[in-house]
Each structure stands twice: as C-alpha cells, then as structure tokens.
C-alpha cells in the first residue's frame, strides 16, 4: 500500500517540508510508504482529498506570526467530508536566495505573502527600496533567478539546495519563534490507519454558526466549554460570506471528542448553534529543527 | 484648513473611493475641504497618521466575502496613537480590464489577492487555464496593460475611467453581496472636529489579550458584555507574535465607551483582561451604490 499525499507545490516549499517529515515518520512507525502531489494551491489540495485523488493533503493552518491561513479554514468548512488526522508544528527559518552579487544590487523581492509579511522589519532594514512582490508560494517564483540577476526570493534553504541556487542571507524572519501549523486531512469516513501517534487524541476542531445577532450569542457556546472545564486553544472568525458581520467560529479545543466531556459539550452546543461541522479529534507533533 | 487623507493608492482602488465618498460628505456637511494622499501600503497609511504626515487615514477593515485586513488590525494595535473616527461600508463590483480582444486571449490576470479570491469561481468557470497574480493593490498592476494584450487586471469601473482601458467584463464577483468596511483614523488625542454624523457613536473597537492559556480565559470578558446586554459585532483573533497559541482578540460592540454600561464593562474588563487598547467609538455610515 502506498498512500498519495496532496500539498502546496512546487516542491521546496514549507508545506512539503512538513508532508515529507510526516512521510517519514509514517513509514518508520507503519511501514506504509506514500508519495507526494503537488498542487498549484491550498484549496486544490483539499479538493483533491475531497474528490479522493489522494488520500491525505497536507495543509497549513496558522503562523506564529502572521495568523490564520484563511483559504484553509475557508476551503474545510466548504468541502464538508473532511477529517483532520494529525496536527504539525514546524520551525519556519527563511532565507533569501539570489543570483546577484550582493544585497546592492537586488531591485525586486518576491515571495509568498505570509513569508514577505514576516520579514518585512529585514527587508525595510537591508532592502528598504526594493520592489516586494507577491507569489502563490514560496518556490513558484525562484524560476526567474537564473535570467534575472536582480531579483531575489524568500524561501527555505531547502529551496536553494533543490534548485541549486545560492543563499545570500539566512534566518532573514523578524521573530527567531516563528513556527507554522499544519493539518494532515483525510475524507471523513476514512478509517485512520496511518496515525503515527498512539496517544489519546489532545485536540478537536470544530466550526459553529450562532443562530442570531444577540448579545451573548457567542459567549453560550463558549461557556459550555469553560463550564465542562475544556481549554479552547484557539478561536477564528471568518465571514460566512452571505453579509458583512455574519461569521463562522473555528475552535479549537483540548480535548478528544470520545471523551465525556466532550459528548456532553456537544450535545449542550447543538442548542446554542445553528449549523456545527466537526473537523476530528488528533494529535500535535511538534517537528525538532534537527528533523528538518 | 484643508485635512491630508492618507489612503493605499495608486490612484483608483477601493479605499481611495471611500476616502472620496468621505470627503465629498465632510465639505458638505462641515465646509472642511481634504485632499487625498495615496501610499503604497496600509500599514504606511497608518504610520502617515502615527507620526503626522496626514491628519487622517482610510484603511479597509474587513470585507464580507474574504474577511479580516489583518495588515489593518496588526498595524493598529502596533502604532498605539490612532482613534476610529468613523466606518463607512461600501459595495464592491468587480470588473475585468484589459487591452485583449477577447476572454480567449487573456493568458494572466493580476489583482490583490482579496479581490482574485473574491471572484475565484468566476475565474475558474470563464478563464480556467489563466495565471492569476497577485498584486499589492487593484489598481498598481494597471501599467502593464497598454504593453500587453495577453494582460487583464481585476478592479473597480474607477479604475477603467482613470487610466482610460477598456472593461471587458463587469460585476464578475462571486457574491453579488460584496461589501467592504473601511476606518476613518486620526490621532488618539485628536478633536475630532470633522465628525460628518452628530448622533452619539454607535460602536466601540478594543483589543486585549488574556492573562493566561486557561479553561474560560476569553469568555469572562465576553460575559461581561453579555451580562450588560452590550452587543458584540465581531470578535477577531491575531497572534500575539510572540508564540503560537497567544493572541490578541480584535472586538466591535454596539456601544459608545461613553454610555454608562460600556464604562462599567470597561472597569470589569481590567480584572479578566492583560493588555487593554480602546481604539474608539464612532458610527457607521453605509455608502449606496449610487453614492459611487
């Protein structure tokens, strides 16, 4: 059995970073092998899982420093039949790749919006004239090194290393602690053969609409939770694009939806929402820097 | 006296609109002329205001499809010396500029990335093989279009009349009830003496993060403003940067920090809350279609 694996390409990406530690990982704990996809972006990633062109996709889910990943969350309540399997938290180091002779001689800057948002305190510093623009991901853009020696690009070192390209400044991020989180997905009825970890699960997700514009409408489903005593690690609001400030909540909480608490959490919460979409129950597996 | 209005420019986006709108209503109701000044980002927008450059500034805020303008809400939190003035909402209608003779010869199409995400199912169903490119405003990609005819440009209709290209498609956004939420912002020890609504304020913006990672830390402040039937609006979570998992939540109420009740919540919040920054209360002025 090999298992396919959807992620944001092309390769070098952190997205594939994290899918090929988690590909190790699963053939050294299962025995089961898988191959990587990848796709031109999040959402084709999720939708090929969905459509059952492979079986997992790797997608990230929030940045330590710039927040939510939003076609993420946006793309999961859509589809519907997914199920999140496992939870990665990776140390991001950028680095900033180029053909020119030198910071002088750089004029443009491309890379991914989350990773030019994260260096930009660097690039105001070293580059403060240079031209910033924006990518689908951090890889797609290091094709125009080679025939321009005055762009440069904000990537991985593993970009450099598989693209053969040279690094002209390393660890280029403002906060030394930035780390992304990603989701491994699967369709929802899928047994869960491929966990690497053995743990009861630590987390769940979930996404609600609250039934009307009242005060206290969201504090309900909340209280529930505090009440039940379960942390809620995490909470994110996104439009649910039908008028402005009507939302969707994504929550995360720390606990495993077998639990009792839990059962009876949701049980309370079906009175306090309208619609509530339960994205799984899964481990977090923080990624060392050594195993990157 | 004539006010300086910072606002994301080049000339022709979005928020350049509603700072006209906001102009045009601020001569006729106080006989304050204002002139506009465009910047390259959002975030330069603010700092215009933070250190004095301009006496106001109009950034998005949030749109109904596609959700929070982090680059506003980080910025704001940040600079510490900015007030809402006012909101105003605007409908967006996306059009598709180009010098092509036809759908079928486009081959790439350029816009900021909220608006190609707002019409990515217009895109997929009529340019399905196109490269979309994102751009850090609707209207800076405009200057590649009279040296390529394989070129379109998601943006508003202004933009077409300012730079004279022809529109080859009109209102091609997914969802027809496409609005964005736009901020008036001056300094936080401003009078405000270009207030162009004289009813009391209909909504107060704040931001706090919570003292500790715990079962309930976010609902007792929301409990405060439940329990004094203050409504919340929006509530927005952004990561405090420092480490995954921390936040700061972003929170709209329908109340003036003037009223009785928001003071007495104000006075219950230092209890629950770490860092509290009130960024003002003001009203909300809904633009028509007409007004355009």
Known sequence: MTLSIAHLGPRG???????????????????IAATLCPYPSIAQSLQAVAVGYTQLAVVPV????EGSVTM?????????????????VMPIVHTLISCASGLDSIKTVYSHPQALAQCQGWLERFLPTVKLIP??????PLQYLESDNTAAVITSSRGA???????LASGINDYPENCTRFWVVSQSQTEADYHISSAD????????TVPSNMPGALVKPLQVFAQLNINLSRIESRPTKRSLGEYLFFIDLEADTTSAQMQSALEQLTTYTEVIKIFGSYNVLPISPLEL
Chains 1, 2 share one sequence.
């Open 135 to 140: 990518t689908n991901s951090t890889t797609e």
């Open 161 to 167: 290393q598989l693209y053969n390209l040279p690094i």
């Open 72 to 88: 993420t969350m946006d793309t999961l309540w859509q589809l519907d039949n997914l199920r999140i399997q496992l939870a990665l």
């Open 13 to 31: 990406t952190y997205t594939e970073q994290a899918a090929i530690f988690y590909v190790n990982s699963l053939i050294k704990k299962t025995g």
């Open 62 to 65: 929030e940045n330590s420093i």
């Open 201 to 208: 699960a630590s987390h769940t997700s979930l996404a609600f």
